[in-house]
């Protein structure tokens, strides 16, 4: 029987549905993908070296009893202002000797531990008055935190040097009087830093918590606020902590720092200024020790802060 032309004909093709392939993505080869280079992965050049400076710094202090080559109060007069075996003295005295033939080694390795027992005393004061102020601010609010206030803003105001200068002229110099009234220096950064973050720790909320739970308020900021605000202030301590070096340089500079017979690096700065001319080593071994030593410190203060901050990831 011959059929029809329509019923003999195939049935029409369905069209692919072009949705569905649009909606498939490609395969591509599978390729090795590189884990993300963790940043700060390595120390920097200028870290490592500052690390290296401040740890040889303290070993000298530490150790200073007992790698000094002679006394610091010894006088050889037969070896007055002999020269540094760099500008052709001899190895007795490598970094020679003063106007009294003192040994510039042996002092400057006391002069090394005084200088940095100052500095560290003078910073722990300044934390330690500027970090329990703040907290008393960011406590009691009111009358008190307007007090504080008032004193931070009137010790930015104050320039120090002219009150450090006032203070040892009138009480006369004492190396305790000294540490305490360097340790008044840079409190009210601290103070600042304090107020504001322990303000913050009651907003979030945690502190207010601790202390629903029956904790007093010295264990609240010593337990739960100062721990979460350490590691700003150390970084503030580190970039203040140069500051005081060169403060109490100067100030020794000028005859009111720590007296003879101790000395310290501003100390033979200022002896050495007078023989500049004839003896340039009796000061340029302090002076490029506080300059190592304050850079050394402030690279490292940049680089905790890079570090700590998260503001800054």
């Known amino acids: 029987m011959a059929c ?12 692919p549905d072009m949705s569905a392939t649009a909606e498939r993505p490609a395969e591509l080869p599978a390729t090795p993908i590189a884990a993300p280079k963790r940043k700060g992965q390595g120390l920097p050049p200028l870290v490592i070296f500052a690390l290296g400076w401040i740890l040889l710094m303290l070993a000298i202090a530490l150790l200073a009893d007992w790698i000094t080559p002679y006394s610091i109060t010894a006088l050889d007069l037969r070896s007055r202002l002999s020269p540094p075996v760099f500008m052709g ?11 009294l033939g003192r040994d510039v080694l042996s002092r400057l390795i006391w002069s090394i531990r005084m200088s ?23 406590h009691f609010r009111g009358l008190v935190e307007q007090a504080v206030l008032a004193l931070v803003d009137f010790q930015a105001a104050m ?42 720790a009651g907003a979030q909320g945690y502190a207010a918590a601790v202390q629903q739970l029956g904790a007093s308020p010295w264990r609240v900021y010593a337990r739960h606020v100062l721990p979460n605000i350490a590691a700003t202030l150390i970084v503030s301590m580190t970039l203040a902590f140069p500051e ?30 007078e ?12 002076s490029c020790v506080i300059v190592l030593t304050t850079l050394s410190v402030s ?13 800054l990831r």
């Open 89 to 99: 003295g001899s190895w007795a005295h490598p970094l020679g000797t003063d106007e």
């Open 299 to 311: 690279l490292l203060g940049d680089w905790l802060r890079d570090r700590l901050d998260p503001t």
């Open 116 to 138: 940095l027992l100052i500095a560290f005393g003078a910073a722990i004061i300044a934390a330690v008055l500027g970090v329990v102020l703040g907290f008393l601010a960011a």
């Open 244 to 273: 005081i070096i060169l403060l109490e340089s100067g100030l020794s500079f000028l005859g009111l720092g720590v007296q003879p017979p101790m000395t310290s690096l501003g100390n033979m700065v200022g002896y050495g200024r």
């Open 4 to 15: 029809s032309t329509r019923a003999c004909a195939p049935p029409p093709r369905e069209a």
């Open 159 to 200: 320039p120090f040097m002219i009150l450090a200068l006032s203070v040892l002229a009138f009480f006369g110099n004492s190396l305790v009087l000294f540490v305490c009234l360097l340790g008044l220096h840079g409190w009210e950064r601290y103070a600042r830093i304090a107020r504001g973050l322990a303000i913050s």
């Open 275 to 286: 023989y500049l001319t004839r003896a340039p080593w009796i000061l340029l071994s302090p």
